[in-house]
Protein backbone atom coordinates (compact mmCIF):
# COMPACT_ATOMS: atom_id res chain seq x y z
CA UNK A 1 0.00 0.00 0.00
CA UNK A 2 1.65 3.49 -0.67
CA UNK A 3 1.75 6.56 1.14
CA UNK A 4 -1.14 8.20 -0.46
CA UNK A 5 -3.48 5.06 -0.15
CA UNK A 6 -3.05 4.41 3.62
CA UNK A 7 -3.39 8.35 3.87
CA UNK A 8 -6.89 7.50 2.67
CA UNK A 9 -7.95 4.83 4.34
CA UNK A 10 -6.64 6.37 8.00
CA UNK A 11 -8.62 9.05 7.24
CA UNK A 12 -11.63 7.29 5.99
CA UNK A 13 -11.82 4.79 9.30
CA UNK A 14 -11.35 7.96 11.37
CA UNK A 15 -14.38 9.92 9.63
CA UNK A 16 -16.39 6.51 9.82
CA UNK A 17 -15.32 6.42 13.73
CA UNK A 18 -16.24 9.66 14.44
CA UNK A 19 -19.91 9.02 12.72
CA UNK A 20 -20.17 5.70 14.31
CA UNK A 21 -19.52 7.96 18.23
CA UNK A 22 -22.38 9.98 17.65
CA UNK A 23 -23.72 11.44 20.40
CA UNK A 24 -26.51 10.47 21.82
CA UNK A 25 -29.18 12.42 24.09
CA UNK A 26 -31.19 11.57 26.97
CA UNK A 27 -34.38 13.45 28.06
CA UNK A 28 -35.24 13.81 31.45
CA UNK A 29 -38.84 15.05 31.24
CA UNK A 30 -39.99 11.66 28.61
CA UNK A 31 -38.55 8.97 26.75
CA UNK A 32 -36.08 9.40 23.97
CA UNK A 33 -37.01 7.93 20.35
CA UNK A 34 -34.39 5.56 19.37
CA UNK A 35 -33.35 5.50 15.25
CA UNK A 36 -30.74 3.11 14.54
CA UNK A 37 -29.17 2.57 10.91
CA UNK A 38 -26.47 0.12 10.08
CA UNK A 39 -25.10 1.45 6.66
CA UNK A 40 -21.68 1.54 5.07
CA UNK A 41 -18.93 4.02 6.55
CA UNK A 42 -15.83 2.62 5.45
CA UNK A 43 -15.99 0.66 2.38
CA UNK A 44 -15.16 2.10 -0.62
CA UNK A 45 -18.34 3.50 -1.62
CA UNK A 46 -18.63 4.46 2.02
CA UNK A 47 -18.63 8.23 1.22
CA UNK A 48 -22.35 7.55 0.39
CA UNK A 49 -23.27 6.52 3.47
CA UNK A 50 -21.30 9.22 5.31
CA UNK A 51 -23.28 12.05 3.40
CA UNK A 52 -26.69 10.30 3.77
CA UNK A 53 -25.87 9.85 7.89
CA UNK A 54 -24.48 13.28 8.13
CA UNK A 55 -28.10 14.81 6.05
CA UNK A 56 -30.03 12.38 8.79
CA UNK A 57 -27.75 13.50 12.20
CA UNK A 58 -28.39 17.20 10.85
CA UNK A 59 -31.86 17.56 11.13
CA UNK A 60 -32.29 15.54 14.41
CA UNK A 61 -29.43 17.93 16.13
CA UNK A 62 -31.63 20.90 14.89
CA UNK A 63 -35.10 19.19 15.86
CA UNK A 64 -33.48 17.95 19.75
CA UNK A 65 -31.86 21.59 19.56
CA UNK A 66 -36.14 23.05 19.33
CA UNK A 67 -37.01 20.68 22.27
CA UNK A 68 -37.38 17.20 20.14
CA UNK A 69 -41.04 15.96 19.45
CA UNK A 70 -43.18 16.77 21.74
CA UNK A 71 -40.67 16.47 23.94
CA UNK A 72 -39.42 13.51 22.93
CA UNK A 73 -35.61 13.64 22.03
CA UNK A 74 -34.12 11.62 19.14
CA UNK A 75 -31.78 8.97 20.19
CA UNK A 76 -29.50 8.42 16.86
CA UNK A 77 -27.20 5.12 16.88
CA UNK A 78 -25.13 4.40 14.04
CA UNK A 79 -23.14 1.45 13.27
CA UNK A 80 -20.61 0.97 10.23
CA UNK A 81 -22.06 -2.29 8.68
CA UNK A 82 -18.54 -1.78 6.02
CA UNK A 83 -21.34 -2.75 2.92
CA UNK A 84 -21.08 -6.44 4.15
CA UNK A 85 -24.34 -8.61 4.48
CA UNK A 86 -23.25 -10.34 7.83
CA UNK A 87 -22.28 -7.32 9.55
CA UNK A 88 -25.22 -5.60 8.38
CA UNK A 89 -26.93 -8.43 9.92
CA UNK A 90 -24.89 -8.08 13.17
CA UNK A 91 -25.48 -4.61 13.78
CA UNK A 92 -29.07 -4.47 13.17
CA UNK A 93 -29.41 -7.46 15.48
CA UNK A 94 -27.79 -5.38 18.15
CA UNK A 95 -29.92 -2.31 17.00
CA UNK A 96 -32.73 -4.52 17.70
CA UNK A 97 -32.05 -6.39 20.93
CA UNK A 98 -30.12 -4.79 23.00
CA UNK A 99 -30.43 -0.86 21.54
CA UNK A 100 -34.55 -1.29 21.50
CA UNK A 101 -34.58 0.73 18.75
CA UNK A 102 -37.84 2.10 18.05
CA UNK A 103 -37.01 2.87 14.29
CA UNK A 104 -34.11 1.24 11.87
CA UNK A 105 -32.99 3.23 9.40
CA UNK A 106 -32.11 1.10 6.43
CA UNK A 107 -28.50 1.12 4.86
CA UNK A 108 -26.39 1.25 1.23
CA UNK A 109 -26.81 -1.49 -1.07
CA UNK A 110 -29.06 -4.27 -2.24
CA UNK A 111 -27.21 -7.09 -0.65
CA UNK A 112 -26.85 -5.86 2.82
CA UNK A 113 -30.54 -4.24 2.61
CA UNK A 114 -31.64 -7.99 1.36
CA UNK A 115 -29.67 -9.24 4.33
CA UNK A 116 -31.33 -7.49 7.32
CA UNK A 117 -34.89 -7.64 5.46
CA UNK A 118 -33.76 -11.69 5.79
CA UNK A 119 -32.19 -11.77 8.86
CA UNK A 120 -33.93 -13.62 12.11
CA UNK A 121 -33.88 -10.66 14.40
CA UNK A 122 -35.29 -8.22 12.02
CA UNK A 123 -38.49 -10.96 10.67
CA UNK A 124 -39.01 -11.44 15.03
CA UNK A 125 -38.75 -7.79 15.65
CA UNK A 126 -42.03 -6.96 13.47
CA UNK A 127 -39.87 -3.78 12.64
CA UNK A 128 -39.97 -1.86 9.01
CA UNK A 129 -36.87 -0.93 7.57
CA UNK A 130 -37.44 2.74 6.41
CA UNK A 131 -35.77 4.49 3.29
CA UNK A 132 -32.75 2.19 2.44
CA UNK A 133 -30.19 3.48 -0.15
CA UNK A 134 -30.82 0.98 -2.54
CA UNK A 135 -31.95 0.08 -6.10
CA UNK A 136 -33.61 -3.44 -5.84
CA UNK A 137 -37.40 -3.31 -5.55
CA UNK A 138 -38.89 -5.65 -2.46
CA UNK A 139 -43.01 -6.29 -2.85
CA UNK A 140 -44.93 -4.34 -1.53
CA UNK A 141 -46.30 -6.76 1.45
CA UNK A 142 -42.59 -7.05 2.45
CA UNK A 143 -41.09 -4.87 5.51
CA UNK A 144 -39.58 -2.06 3.97
CA UNK A 145 -40.84 1.40 3.28
CA UNK A 146 -38.64 3.69 0.54
CA UNK A 147 -37.92 7.52 0.91
CA UNK A 148 -36.71 7.50 -2.77
CA UNK A 149 -38.39 6.65 -6.27
CA UNK A 150 -37.72 3.01 -7.31
CA UNK A 151 -34.59 2.08 -10.02
CA UNK A 152 -37.12 1.66 -12.37
CA UNK A 153 -38.76 4.72 -11.79
CA UNK A 154 -35.05 6.36 -12.14
CA UNK A 155 -34.35 4.37 -15.04
CA UNK A 156 -37.78 5.63 -17.20
CA UNK A 157 -37.14 9.01 -16.40
CA UNK A 158 -33.50 9.08 -17.95
CA UNK A 159 -34.84 7.43 -21.43
CA UNK A 160 -37.59 10.08 -21.28
CA UNK A 161 -35.02 12.74 -21.18
CA UNK A 162 -32.70 11.08 -24.09
CA UNK A 163 -36.56 10.82 -26.37
CA UNK A 164 -36.95 13.98 -25.63
CA UNK A 165 -33.75 14.74 -27.14
CA UNK A 166 -34.72 12.37 -30.20
CA UNK A 167 -32.14 9.59 -29.22
CA UNK A 168 -33.21 6.58 -29.76
CA UNK A 169 -30.30 3.73 -29.89
CA UNK A 170 -29.09 2.99 -26.68
CA UNK A 171 -26.27 0.95 -25.73
CA UNK A 172 -26.85 -0.92 -22.48
CA UNK A 173 -24.43 -1.46 -19.69
CA UNK A 174 -24.86 -4.83 -17.22
CA UNK A 175 -22.89 -5.84 -14.38
CA UNK A 176 -22.75 -8.94 -13.82
CA UNK A 177 -25.08 -9.82 -11.08
CA UNK A 178 -28.69 -11.46 -10.28
CA UNK A 179 -30.27 -7.94 -9.45
CA UNK A 180 -28.33 -6.16 -12.48
CA UNK A 181 -29.32 -8.76 -14.46
CA UNK A 182 -33.46 -8.82 -13.30
CA UNK A 183 -33.56 -4.66 -13.98
CA UNK A 184 -32.40 -5.61 -17.57
CA UNK A 185 -34.76 -8.00 -18.32
CA UNK A 186 -37.31 -5.45 -16.99
CA UNK A 187 -35.67 -2.53 -18.71
CA UNK A 188 -35.74 -4.07 -22.61
CA UNK A 189 -39.85 -3.58 -22.05
CA UNK A 190 -39.71 -0.59 -21.45
CA UNK A 191 -36.54 0.21 -24.25
CA UNK A 192 -39.50 -1.17 -26.44
CA UNK A 193 -42.06 1.01 -24.76
CA UNK A 194 -40.21 4.75 -25.70
CA UNK A 195 -39.72 2.79 -29.41
CA UNK A 196 -35.70 2.81 -28.61
CA UNK A 197 -33.87 0.01 -30.38
CA UNK A 198 -30.67 -1.86 -28.44
CA UNK A 199 -27.53 -0.76 -29.91
CA UNK A 200 -25.07 -3.03 -27.95
CA UNK A 201 -24.70 -4.54 -25.07
CA UNK A 202 -21.62 -4.75 -22.30
CA UNK A 203 -21.63 -7.19 -19.35
CA UNK A 204 -18.86 -5.92 -16.74
CA UNK A 205 -17.30 -9.10 -14.88
CA UNK A 206 -14.54 -7.67 -13.65
CA UNK A 207 -12.06 -8.67 -16.52
CA UNK A 208 -10.82 -5.73 -17.56
CA UNK A 209 -9.34 -7.05 -20.99
CA UNK A 210 -12.90 -8.33 -21.96
CA UNK A 211 -14.45 -4.73 -21.02
CA UNK A 212 -12.57 -3.33 -23.08
CA UNK A 213 -13.02 -5.10 -26.01
CA UNK A 214 -16.85 -5.32 -25.74
CA UNK A 215 -16.80 -1.46 -24.92
CA UNK A 216 -14.95 -1.11 -27.97
CA UNK A 217 -17.49 -2.92 -30.18
CA UNK A 218 -20.21 -0.89 -28.50
CA UNK A 219 -18.08 1.99 -29.73
CA UNK A 220 -18.71 0.83 -33.07
CA UNK A 221 -22.18 0.53 -32.98
CA UNK A 222 -22.64 4.31 -32.70
CA UNK A 223 -24.89 4.63 -29.86
CA UNK A 224 -26.93 7.72 -29.39
CA UNK A 225 -26.27 7.21 -25.57
CA UNK A 226 -25.57 4.73 -23.53
CA UNK A 227 -27.34 3.64 -20.11
CA UNK A 228 -25.15 1.53 -16.89
CA UNK A 229 -27.45 -1.07 -14.85
CA UNK A 230 -25.16 -1.36 -12.44
CA UNK A 231 -23.12 0.03 -9.68
CA UNK A 232 -20.53 2.44 -9.13
CA UNK A 233 -17.57 0.12 -9.69
CA UNK A 234 -19.27 -1.62 -12.59
CA UNK A 235 -19.52 1.96 -14.24
CA UNK A 236 -16.31 3.04 -13.41
CA UNK A 237 -14.39 0.17 -14.88
CA UNK A 238 -16.83 0.29 -18.21
CA UNK A 239 -16.16 3.87 -18.41
CA UNK A 240 -12.19 3.74 -18.09
CA UNK A 241 -12.55 1.63 -21.16
CA UNK A 242 -15.53 3.59 -23.27
CA UNK A 243 -13.49 6.19 -23.29
CA UNK A 244 -10.61 5.25 -24.92
CA UNK A 245 -12.53 4.50 -28.40
CA UNK A 246 -15.76 7.24 -27.47
CA UNK A 247 -14.66 10.32 -25.76
CA UNK A 248 -18.22 12.10 -26.68
CA UNK A 249 -21.55 9.85 -26.35
CA UNK A 250 -23.16 10.31 -23.31
CA UNK A 251 -22.97 6.85 -20.48
CA UNK A 252 -26.28 7.79 -17.64
CA UNK A 253 -26.59 6.29 -14.60
CA UNK A 254 -29.18 6.42 -11.60
CA UNK A 255 -28.53 8.76 -8.49
CA UNK A 256 -26.71 5.79 -6.22
CA UNK A 257 -23.60 6.31 -8.24
CA UNK A 258 -20.41 7.75 -6.04
CA UNK A 259 -19.24 10.77 -8.27
CA UNK A 260 -15.77 10.80 -6.39
CA UNK A 261 -15.41 7.08 -6.77
CA UNK A 262 -16.08 6.81 -10.55
CA UNK A 263 -13.39 10.06 -10.94
CA UNK A 264 -10.75 7.78 -9.20
CA UNK A 265 -11.42 4.78 -11.29
CA UNK A 266 -11.96 6.44 -14.97
CA UNK A 267 -10.19 9.64 -14.30
CA UNK A 268 -11.44 13.29 -15.05
CA UNK A 269 -11.87 13.01 -19.01
CA UNK A 270 -14.08 9.82 -18.43
CA UNK A 271 -16.87 11.26 -16.57
CA UNK A 272 -17.04 13.91 -19.06
CA UNK A 273 -20.07 13.41 -21.45
CA UNK A 274 -22.04 11.62 -18.25
CA UNK A 275 -25.34 12.44 -16.38
CA UNK A 276 -27.12 10.84 -14.01
CA UNK A 277 -30.99 10.85 -12.61
CA UNK A 278 -31.52 12.60 -9.14
CA UNK A 279 -34.15 11.91 -6.37
CA UNK A 280 -33.73 15.28 -4.50
CA UNK A 281 -33.32 19.14 -6.06
CA UNK A 282 -30.00 20.51 -6.38
CA UNK A 283 -28.54 20.99 -2.57
CA UNK A 284 -26.88 23.80 -3.60
CA UNK A 285 -29.62 25.91 -4.22
CA UNK A 286 -32.14 27.41 -1.72
CA UNK A 287 -34.76 27.83 -4.40
CA UNK A 288 -37.43 25.29 -2.12
CA UNK A 289 -38.05 26.24 1.60
CA UNK A 290 -36.06 22.34 2.42
CA UNK A 291 -33.28 22.92 0.29
CA UNK A 292 -32.67 26.41 2.38
CA UNK A 293 -33.28 24.72 5.40
CA UNK A 294 -30.88 21.71 4.36
CA UNK A 295 -28.44 24.47 4.02
CA UNK A 296 -28.67 26.78 7.02
CA UNK A 297 -28.58 23.47 9.44
CA UNK A 298 -25.51 21.72 7.57
CA UNK A 299 -23.89 24.69 7.85
CA UNK A 300 -24.85 25.07 11.28
CA UNK A 301 -23.97 21.57 12.57
CA UNK A 302 -21.87 20.50 10.48
CA UNK A 303 -18.41 21.13 8.86
CA UNK A 304 -18.88 20.04 5.48
CA UNK A 305 -20.07 20.71 1.92
CA UNK A 306 -23.68 19.78 0.98
CA UNK A 307 -24.74 17.01 -1.34
CA UNK A 308 -27.05 15.13 -2.89
CA UNK A 309 -26.67 12.39 -0.14
CA UNK A 310 -26.98 14.90 2.30
CA UNK A 311 -30.22 16.53 1.32
CA UNK A 312 -31.58 12.96 1.16
CA UNK A 313 -30.47 12.06 4.05
CA UNK A 314 -31.87 15.15 5.84
CA UNK A 315 -35.78 14.95 3.55
CA UNK A 316 -35.53 11.61 5.06
CA UNK A 317 -35.31 12.31 8.48
CA UNK A 318 -37.75 15.18 8.06
CA UNK A 319 -40.21 12.74 6.54
CA UNK A 320 -39.89 10.30 9.38
CA UNK A 321 -40.41 12.63 12.01
CA UNK A 322 -43.49 14.39 10.13
CA UNK A 323 -44.90 10.59 10.07
CA UNK A 324 -44.55 10.56 14.07
CA UNK A 325 -46.30 14.16 14.00
CA UNK A 326 -49.86 12.57 11.92
CA UNK A 327 -49.47 9.62 13.64
CA UNK A 328 -48.56 10.57 17.11
CA UNK A 329 -46.90 6.83 17.14
CA UNK A 330 -43.38 7.07 18.86
CA UNK A 331 -41.95 3.60 16.66
CA UNK A 332 -41.61 1.25 13.39
CA UNK A 333 -45.80 0.94 13.90
CA UNK A 334 -46.35 5.04 12.58
CA UNK A 335 -44.82 4.24 9.23
CA UNK A 336 -47.33 1.52 8.66
CA UNK A 337 -49.90 4.18 9.96
CA UNK A 338 -49.06 6.90 7.40
CA UNK A 339 -48.65 4.72 4.56
CA UNK A 340 -52.31 3.00 5.12
CA UNK A 341 -53.89 6.31 4.07
CA UNK A 342 -53.84 8.61 1.24
CA UNK A 343 -52.09 11.93 1.93
CA UNK A 344 -49.18 14.51 0.48
CA UNK A 345 -47.48 16.26 2.95
CA UNK A 346 -45.41 18.75 2.05
CA UNK A 347 -41.70 19.14 3.52
CA UNK A 348 -41.11 22.54 2.33
CA UNK A 349 -41.33 22.24 -1.57
CA UNK A 350 -40.36 18.31 -1.80
CA UNK A 351 -43.67 16.16 -1.05
CA UNK A 352 -44.36 13.31 0.60
CA UNK A 353 -46.84 10.73 -1.02
CA UNK A 354 -48.02 8.36 1.24
CA UNK A 355 -50.70 5.60 -0.30
CA UNK A 356 -51.38 2.16 0.49
CA UNK A 357 -50.40 0.32 -3.29
CA UNK A 358 -47.40 1.72 -2.77
CA UNK A 359 -44.30 1.76 -0.58
CA UNK A 360 -42.36 5.17 -2.20
CA UNK A 361 -42.56 7.96 -0.35
CA UNK A 362 -41.26 10.16 -2.85
CA UNK A 363 -41.61 10.94 -6.63
CA UNK A 364 -38.97 13.56 -7.00
CA UNK A 365 -36.85 13.32 -10.38
CA UNK A 366 -34.49 15.00 -12.18
CA UNK A 367 -31.57 14.88 -14.10
CA UNK A 368 -27.60 16.52 -13.69
Known amino acids: MNILSHTLSCARQLLAASLIALPLFAHAGGKSIVIGQAVDL ?53 LIERDKADFLIGGVGDDTTQAVLNSAAFKHSGQVLYAPLTGAEQGKETHVLYWRPSYMQEMKYIFGYFTKLGMKDVGVVVQNN ?50 VVGDTIATGLFLKEF ?106 GLNMVCSPTNNHLSTYLDIA
Open 178 to 227: AASQEAFNTLQNEIKAQGMRIAGTVRVAGNGDQIGRDAAKLSQSKPSFVI
Open 243 to 348: RKTNPQTFVAGTSLTNLGTLVELAGPSGVKWTVFSQVVPNPNSSASPIQAEHQSMMKKYRDEAVSSLTLEGFAAAKALVKTMQQTKRYNYEALGDIVAHNANIDLG
Open 42 to 94: SSQNGSIGRDYVAGIKTYFDSLNAAGGINGRKVEYIVRDDQGQPDLAVAATTE
